[in-house]
Nanobody, 127 residues
Framework: QVQLVESGGGLVQAGGSLRLSCAAS????????MGWFRQAPGKEREFVAA????????YYADSVKGRFTISRDTSKNTVYLQMNSLKPEDTAVYYC????????????????????WGQGTQVTVSS
């Protein structure tokens, strides 16, 4: 059974930084793309960033491009989301997810294509 455990959320002032981590277990981490999504109160879950199984390709929502960076460490079975220049509108629960397709070559932006999700970590950005 795949388990994803996020950490690193918290309260930060606007302009600050946080790094989220997601530790994966249960299947061969290096074969699957990973994504980060977020959900703010009253809003639908939205794509934030994703990284391909090899790490060679990354994808970002326009709202975070240039401020967030996704990376993965296969030796630690962990995916990271470095968040810089945070804004109050970044406030949400952040979820990591593991894609359903082994060695998938698509853009990894659709939540419906992910079949394993973490429990979420709260990120609050104060103005």
């Amino acid at each position: 059974q795949v388990q994803l455990v996020e950490s690193g959320g918290g309260l930060v002032q606007a302009g600050g930084s946080l790094r989220l981590s997601c530790a994966a277990s249960g299947r061969t981490f290096s074969r699957y793309g990973m994504g980060w999504f977020r959900q703010a109160p009253g809003k639908e879950r939205e794509f934030v960033a994703a990284i391909s199984w090899s790490g060679a390709n990354t994808y970002y929502a326009d709202s975070v491009k240039g401020r967030f960076t996704i990376s993965r460490d296969t030796s630690k079975n962990t995916v990271y989301l470095q968040m810089n220049s945070l804004k109050p509108e970044d406030t949400a629960v952040y979820y990591c997810a593991e894609h359903s397709g082994r060695y998938y070559l698509g853009t990894l932006t659709l939540p419906s294509e992910y079949n394993y999700w973490g429990q979420g970590t709260q990120v609050t950005v104060s103005s």
